[in-house]
């Protein structure tokens, strides 16, 4: 499919997904988000592809949803639409890996949309935050949610009730991102991350995704017997013969996704 937001590019298993209305430092339209939507399920279907990345520019990720577009809404109409349900539907319906590289602003729903991805690589230019507040709403794509659980009540209450921006060192501090990278190198370290896990056995990769996600959905218990009979169904698998005879033999292993 052609798209007019967005970029995305395919090379070695990895796909790129490169946010772009510059004018608007990517703030997240309609169509934005359904392009984004659907070329991530376009990855998602792409044999070639292994891992995903979504990024913006230097300036912005995205500087949430597009408030222009909002403005005028009414509430029967964001009500009757269900706004913003389908691209969160979407969004956490894909299973292969998609790493979010962010630089500049990652506001509101851009600050939620790096959040739903599985995890953020963060240029040291990062800013994230909620800024709702100051619009007189709440967010509306996890913001409250997925924040709380990242940074825990204290900190996500007050970056919600208050609307301030956290810097990327905060934000690692904090562990809303894995790691921060000079923002000269934030394409190379991402990449150099998606080409590691596009190495590893897809369907282990499939697996440890759902069941790391699994932990933000069921009690520890749970979780716990999910991830061990998950565990114990690689067995079923071949790479998992091939992962430990490889170790076993001092090579690398050779997995082939059965
Ligand atoms: C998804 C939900 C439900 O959770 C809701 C949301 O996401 S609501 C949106 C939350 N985000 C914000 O409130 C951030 C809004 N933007 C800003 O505060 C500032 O633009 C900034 C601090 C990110 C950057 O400031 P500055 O460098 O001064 O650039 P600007 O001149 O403000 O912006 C350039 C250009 O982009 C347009 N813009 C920026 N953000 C948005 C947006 N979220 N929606 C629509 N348009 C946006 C801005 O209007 C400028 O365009 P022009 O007006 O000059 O044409």
Redesign the pocket.
Known sequence: MAFETIIVEVEDHVALIRLNRP???N??NTQLLSELCTALEEADANDKVRCVIVTGSE??FA????????SSMSFAEVFATNL?ADPSDRLMKIRKPVIAAVAG?A????C?LAMACDFIIAADTAKFG???I??G?I???G?TQRLTRFVGKSKSMEMNLTGRFMDAEEAERAGLVSRVVPAKKLMEEAQGTAQKIAEKSQPTVMAVKESVNRSYETTLNEGILFERRVFHSMFATEDQKEGMAAFMEKRQPQFRDK
């Open positions: 004018d608007a430092l703030a997240l300036k912005a500087a949430g949803a597009d408030i222009k577009e909002m913003f602003y506001l509101g729903g851009g939620e909620q800024p709702e100051n619009l709403v967010p509306g794509l913001g």
